[in-house]
């Protein structure tokens, strides 16, 4: 069982968890410190029924649906209670992976009264609520990066701009980090031009009938490389 999620299986998730967006946060309940319950309700369902799912947010582990109720403490905590506050009974509009990182985006509301929940799945995790405009307003850690030159805290925006991209894998650029890593496995390699991890670039030369095993003791022409 995995303890924590991939980049590859935040996308993949991300995907399954598009059927929610429309669904309303009917209730927002913290079975944890870093665990959260959203039920979520839809109305006009497949038999004219309200259709219900719960969500549940792990802060740095996971993210998913579930059928499952869960132990609940008699009184929320105050950021549960903050959550409340601004998301209760609104839409999700759009559920994102921001960039390729393991960063999940929960558009929620529009216009105005439009938040931001943000889910991070790194490092000692978080979960974030901001306004439109990305601006904190309330989340389970503070803390700085001075090396990057911001600080995830409330009041400051948060760095969304600042997440990784998904590159374009080109011959040329292939062909070049082949060079730069002679020796190395194919799978290496592959890795390195393919952000989702060395599962996934393990798979992709599997489908194009390629031994990741195999190691680069000399350069591919551009032809080789394609």
Same mark, same amino acid.
């Given at each position: ?50 259709? #219900?799912?719960? &969500? @549940? /947010? $792990? ?11 869960? !132990? ?41 009264? #439009?938040?931001? &929940? @943000? /889910? $991070? ?7 974030i609520l901001t306004?439109? !405009? ?41 062909a070049e980090l ?49």
């Amino acid at each position: 069982m995995k303890n924590r999620f991939s980049t590859a299986d935040v996308a993949a998730e991300v995907a399954c968890l598009k059927r929610i967006e429309g669904f309303r946060i009917s209730n927002v309940y913290d079975v944890s410190s870093k665990v959260y319950l959203f039920k979520l309700a839809k109305s006009g369902g497949e038999d004219g029924e309200t259709e #219900k799912q719960m &969500l @549940i /947010l $792990e802060s740095g582990t996971r993210f998913h649906l579930s059928k499952y109720s869960r !132990d609940k403490p008699n009184t929320p905590s105050n950021f549960c209670l903050k959550l409340r506050k601004h998301i209760r009974s609104k839409r999700i509009e759009r559920v994102e992976q921001v960039g390729i990182d393991r960063i999940v985006d929960f558009t929620i509301g529009s216009g105005p009264a #439009k938040h931001h &929940l @943000i /889910l $991070e799945l790194y490092s000692q995790g978080n979960v974030i609520l901001t306004d439109a !405009d990305y601006k904190v307003l309330t989340l389970l850690r503070s803390h700085r990066d001075d090396e990057n030159e911001f600080a995830i805290m409330a009041n400051h925006p948060y760095p969304i701009g600042q997440s990784r991209t998904r590159g374009v894998v080109t011959v040329e650029g292939f062909a070049e980090l082949q060079r730069a890593n002679l020796g190395g496995t194919l799978k290496a390699v592959a890795s390195k031009a393919i952000s989702y991890g060395p599962q996934i670039a393990e798979h992709c030369l599997h489908l194009s009938g390629l031994d990741p095993r195999v190691k680069l003791e000399q350069e591919l022409d551009l032809e080789q490389a394609e």
